[in-house]
C-alpha cells in the first residue's frame, strides 16, 4: 500500500489561498468519498480539518474547503494567516488492508 | 468534552516490552473506533490500526501486524496499544485518536505518548 502523494511543500502570502493535493489511486482517494485533511502544528497533536472530501468539523474556519476529482482530492485556503503555518495530511479509506492511509504530507508556510 | 488522555512518556531498552494507554472520556466510548498513529523523528503520520470499542475487532496496517497489538477495556474507556519486544526504530510519538464509522476521520485526538528505545 503505497501512500497518496502530497506535494513536500506550498507557500502563500497573507490573505492569499492555496492548494494542497493529494494523489492516490482507485483504491483509496479515488474509489471512496472517505477523505479527510488534518493539520498539525509542531509539537501539537493532528488536528481534523476536512472529513469526508468536504466536510468541515463544528469549529473549522470555512476559509478551509475540501473537494475531488478523480484520483485526487484537494484542501484550499482562503484568506491565508499566520496560524496557518503546519503541516497538513491528506488521508483515505482503502480497500487494501491496512483500512486506512495517510498522504505523505505537506508543509506550508506563510510568507 | 470528548477526551483522549496518554499514559506518559517512556524510556525503554531493545528487546523490552511496553503497553501505552489512552484514556477516552465525555462520551459513549462505543461510539467511536479507537485507531493508534505513528509518528517518527520528523516524518509524518502513519496509521497502524484500530479496534472497534464494541467488540474489540482490529485490524491492522501490515506494516504493523504481528509488531504490536491493540486491546481495549471497556470497563475503564480504555484503549492499549503494545509491543513484546521493542526495537530502536519503535521510537516515535504515538497518538490515538477516535475514528469515526462510515466516514474514517479522526475528531479527537490523544496528547501523543514519546516512545525513546535505546540501549
Known amino acids: 500500500q503505497s501512500a497518496p502523494t502530497q506535494p513536500a511543500s506550498v507557500s502563500g502570502s497573507p490573505g492569499q489561498s492555496i492548494t494542497i493535493s493529494c494523489t492516490g489511486t482507485?483504491?483509496?482517494?479515488?474509489?471512496?468519498?472517505?477523505v479527510s485533511w488534518y493539520q498539525q502544528h509542531p509539537g501539537k497533536a493532528p488536528k481534523l480539518m476536512i472529513y469526508?472530501?468536504?466536510n468541515r468539523p463544528s469549529g473549522v474556519s470555512n476559509r478551509f474547503s475540501g473537494s475531488k476529482s478523480g484520483n485526487t482530492a484537494s484542501l484550499s485556503i482562503s484568506g491565508l494567516q499566520a496560524d496557518d503555518e503546519a503541516d497538513y495530511y491528506c488521508?483515505?479509506?482503502?480497500?487494501?488492508?491496512?483500512?486506512?492511509?495517510f498522504g505523505v504530507g505537506t508543509k506550508l508556510t506563510v510568507l | 468534552e470528548v477526551q483522549l488522555v496518554q499514559s506518559g512518556a517512556e524510556v525503554k531498552k531493545p528487546g523490552e516490552s511496553l503497553r501505552i494507554s489512552c484514556q477516552g472520556s465525555?462520551?459513549?466510548?462505543?461510539?467511536?473506533?479507537i485507531t493508534w498513529v505513528r509518528q517518527m523523528p520528523g516524518k509524518g503520520l502513519e496509521w497502524m490500526g484500530r479496534?472497534?470499542?464494541?467488540?474489540?475487532?482490529?485490524n491492522y496496517s501490515p506494516s504493523f501486524q504481528g509488531h504490536v497489538t491493540i486491546s481495549i477495556d471497556k470497563s475503564i474507556t480504555t484503549a492499549y496499544l503494545q509491543w513484546s519486544s521493542l526495537k530502536a526504530s519503535d521510537t516515535a510519538m504515538y497518538y490515538c485518536?477516535?475514528?469515526?464509522?462510515?466516514?474514517?476521520?479522526?475528531?479527537?485526538w490523544g496528547q501523543g505518548t514519546l516512545v525513546t528505545v535505546s540501549s
Open positions: 465525555g462520551y459513549d466510548f462505543t461510539t467511536y473506533w
Open positions: 479496534i472497534d470499542s464494541t467488540d474489540s475487532y482490529t
Open positions: 485518536a477516535t475514528l469515526t464509522r462510515g466516514s474514517y476521520g479522526s475528531d479527537y
Open positions: 482507485y483504491r483509496d482517494v479515488g474509489g471512496y468519498k472517505y
Open positions: 469526508d472530501v468536504s
Open positions: 488521508s483515505s479509506f482503502t480497500s487494501s488492508s491496512t483500512l486506512v492511509v
